[in-house]
C-alpha cells in the first residue's frame, strides 16, 4: 500500500484534478444524497481503477481534463457497482466499515448507485467524451451479466473453470479494459494512443484476471485483513477458484455431490460443512492452484506492459501488476 500511495503521488497535479472533479461531479442539494455521499468519500477504498486510467494516459502521451474525467467515471461506476451489489448480497460490511445498505437501507443503496451511474454518464458528455461512451456501456454490461451468471452458477453449483474465468472477465476485467483504454484514449496524442490500445486491452484483460482471483483467494485468507469478511463468497454459493482447483486435482466428478453438499449445508449455518470445504481445499491444494494461475496471469501483464514505450509509467504499472 505504501507504494501505491507514493504512485498516486506521482501522478500529481493530475491526481488532485480527478479528486477535485470526482467530488464536485458528486455535489447534491439533497440532504440524503450529500450525507450518504460524505460517508463514502470519506472512505474511498484503493482507487485503482482511477490510478490505472491516468497511467494509461501518461503512458500515451499528456494527460488533460478528459484524463481526469475518465477517472473519475471509472471509480464512480466501480462504487456505483459496489452499492448495488451490497444489496443483492445483503452485505453489512465494505472496505472494512458498514455498507451503505446496511446503514441507510437498500433502497437508498441502489438509488444511489443509479444517481452515480448517471452523473459518470453525464461527466463524459460534459468533457467531450461521447466517443468513449460504448467502453462504459459495454462495462456497465459485463459487470451486470457477469454477477448475474454467478448467481445463477451458484444455484445450480456445477460451475467448472471456463466459466469462472467468464465471470471474472466479465465482473472485473470489463471496469478495468474501460479505464485503461479511455485513459489511453483521452491523450491528444490520438495516433500513438491508438497503436498502444491493442497492447492497453490485453494488460488490462490479465491484470483484471489476477485481481480477481487474487480477491477470491483472500476469502479463504482470514489472517489477512482484506476489508471484507472470510468464506463470504462460499457462504452466499460462490464457487470460486481455490474450491474450483481442489475439485479439479481431487477429482471433480466423484466428489462434486458431496461439495455441493457441503456448500448447501453452509448456506444453511452449518459450521461443521464450513470446515469441511475448508480442509478439501487445503488437502487438494486449491489455494496453491488459484495462485499458478494468478501468476501466470501476471507474468503474461508484466510481459506485455514492458511492450509499452519505456518511462517512469510503465514502470508505476509495472509495480502495481506485480502488487495485485
Not at 469462472?164 to 495516433?191: R, W
Amino acid at each position: 500500500m505504501h507504494d501505491f500511495n507514493k504512485i498516486k503521488l506521482s501522478l500529481l497535479p493530475h491526481w488532485e484534478a480527478f479528486e477535485n472533479l470526482f467530488k464536485t461531479a458528486l455535489s447534491s442539494s439533497y440532504t440524503l444524497i450529500s450525507t450518504i455521499n460524505a460517508y463514502l468519500l470519506n472512505r474511498p477504498g484503493k482507487q485503482l481503477r482511477p490510478v490505472l486510467a491516468i497511467l494509461s494516459a501518461y503512458v500515451c502521451g499528456t494527460p488533460g481534463p478528459l484524463t481526469h474525467a475518465v477517472a473519475a467515471v471509472a471509480e464512480m461506476l466501480h462504487t456505483a457497482s459496489l452499492l448495488h451489489d451490497d444489496v443483492a448480497d445483503n452485505a453489512d460490511t465494505r472496505r472494512g466499515g458498514w455498507s451503505v445498505q446496511k446503514l441507510f437501507g437498500a433502497q437508498a443503496s441502489i438509488l444511489l448507485g443509479d444517481f452515480w451511474f448517471a452523473r459518470a454518464f453525464q461527466l463524459l458528455l460534459d468533457y467531450k467524451g461521447r466517443d468513449l461512451l460504448p467502453l462504459y456501456a459495454e462495462a456497465i454490461r459485463g459487470l451486470s451479466e457477469g454477477e448475474l451468471y454467478q448467481m445463477e452458477k451458484a444455484q445450480t453449483l456445477d460451475i467448472n473453470c471456463e466459466e469462472y474465468y467468464n465471470i471474472c472477465a466479465a465482473k472485473t476485467v470489463s471496469l478495468f479494459k474501460a479505464a485503461m483504454v479511455s485513459g489511453a484514449l483521452s491523450v491528444p496524442e490520438k495516433e500513438a494512443a491508438r497503436q498502444a490500445v491493442p497492447v492497453i486491452e490485453q494488460i488490462a484483460y490479465h491484470m483484471g484476471m489476477a485481481f480477481q482471483i487474487r480477491d477470491d483467494m483472500l476469502d479463504y485468507r482470514p489472517e489477512i485483513s482484506s476489508g471484507k469478511p472470510a468464506y463470504i463468497d462460499i457462504s452466499e454459493s460462490k464457487i470460486t477458484l481455490p474450491l474450483l482447483g481442489a475439485l479439479e486435482q481431487a477429482g471433480d466428478k466423484k466428489n462434486r455431490p458431496l461439495v455441493a453438499e457441503w456448500i448447501r449445508q453452509t448456506v444453511a449455518g452449518s459450521n461443521l460443512a464450513l470446515q469441511q470445504i475448508i480442509q478439501f481445499v487445503d488437502t487438494y491444494n486449491g489455494m496453491e492452484y488459484a495462485h499458478r494461475i494468478c501468476m501466470q496471469h501476471t507474468d503474461k501483464a508484466d510481459e506485455l506492459i514492458n511492450r509499452l514505450p519505456p518511462s517512469e509509467w510503465r514502470d508505476c504499472l509495472l509495480q502495481i501488476s506485480d502488487t495485485l
